[in-house]
């Protein structure tokens, strides 16, 4: 390894840089694996690895979603690597070169200021492509259409946990694709006691999917109760969610669990075959399976004002 005081030299010498008379150099370059761990042999002042972070990343790599954002790695004035650690585990890992921004000539002692900006999230990226619904903050908006498109993933997926986090990507596209009925599914939430409303929007959006009609008829009488009697799986699950949301915690359900009777229960309702017990997420010889929402093969009744 090269002495400290010798590295930024070197860089410059081997055409990493430019010279010039500028305190700090800059320019996109093509970083490819070697050059990946390079920088992380030359990283001094390692952060603790954060995995989920540098899933992400490899994600983004391998499904070739990386884009120059901006985001610079950091190098300082005497030639160690103060910021880029991830983005380059996730190069080296992958056997993937990536696009990026550095940054030549920081003083190394600014290395405790960096990192200090949130992540920006998927409910980030709605409020920035742009989310009113009345009655709701900007925020609060974003937040709850972000949490829509995380919960019908789920349910679309079949997957069986709640860990899932959509990547930007996901979130961004997903919104770009179909905006009116995302929004459109939060506003039904917003009547949904039961449920948490990005749970509700979630399950509202999947049955709009399939069927308009009959996921206004679910989103109703979810809302109100009206004209339900026993044996109608909605009112079961009416009731289900009620006990759930009491104080007696034998009666809890998990929020994947809630999700999957939900969607047993909308099976139930648009086809009409009942079942005898509405459970949730199944295990089958330590398997775990999450329902698939069926479209209807009956009729949507007509909703009354």
């Known amino acids: 390894m090269l002495a400290k005081s010798d590295r930024l030299n ?4 081997t055409g990493h840089v430019h010279t010039g008379r ?13 050059r990946a761990q390079d920088l992380l042999d030359h990283m001094t002042k390692n952060r603790p690895v954060n995995k989920s972070a540098v899933r992400d990343y490899s994600r983004q790599l391998t499904e070739n979603k990386w884009r120059v954002n901006g985001e610079p790695i950091i190098i300082s004035d005497e030639g160690e690597t103060l910021d880029g650690q991830h983005r380059c585990i996730a190069s080296v890992e992958t056997g993937t ?7 030549y000539g920081i003083d190394r002692e600014t290395f ?5 900006g ?7 990226i709605v409020g920035i492509e742009g989310c ?8 609060r908006a974003a937040a709850l259409v972000f949490g829509a498109i995380r919960n019908s993933t789920i349910i679309e997926n079949q997957w069986s946990v709640m860990s899932y986090t959509a990547d930007n990507e996901v979130v961004r596209a997903a919104y770009d694709a179909d905006p009116a009925n995302l929004i459109a599914a939060v506003v039904k939430s917003q ?5 948490a409303p990005s749970q509700a929007a979630g399950l509202y959006y999947v049955f709009a999917k399939l069927n308009k009609a009959w996921a206004d008829v679910w989103a109703d009488q979810m809302a109100t109760g009206a004209g339900l009697k026993k044996g109608d799986p909605v009112l079961f699950y009416r009731e289900r969610l009620t006990e759930a949301n009491g104080k007696n915690k034998t009666k809890k359900i998990s929020a994947i669990d809630r999700l999957a009777i939900g969607v047993k229960v909308w099976n139930a309702l648009v086809t009409g075959v009942s079942v005898a017990q509405y459970k949730g997420v199944i295990t089958v010889e330590g398997k775990r399976f999450f329902p698939k929402a069926v479209k209807p093969i009956l009729p949507a009744p007509t909703l009354t004002a």
């Open 132 to 139: 009113e619904i009345e009655g709701l903050s900007p925020a």
């Open 112 to 116: 405790s200021t960096m990192g200090r």
């Open 118 to 124: 949130r992540t920006r999230r998927g409910n980030d």
């Open 22 to 34: 500028q305190s700090y150099l800059a320019r996109v370059e093509l970083i490819s694996p070697e």
């Open 191 to 195: 009547s949904i006691s039961h449920l």
């Open 97 to 103: 070169p990536f696009m990026s921004f550095v940054i």
């Open 10 to 13: 070197t860089l410059i010498a």
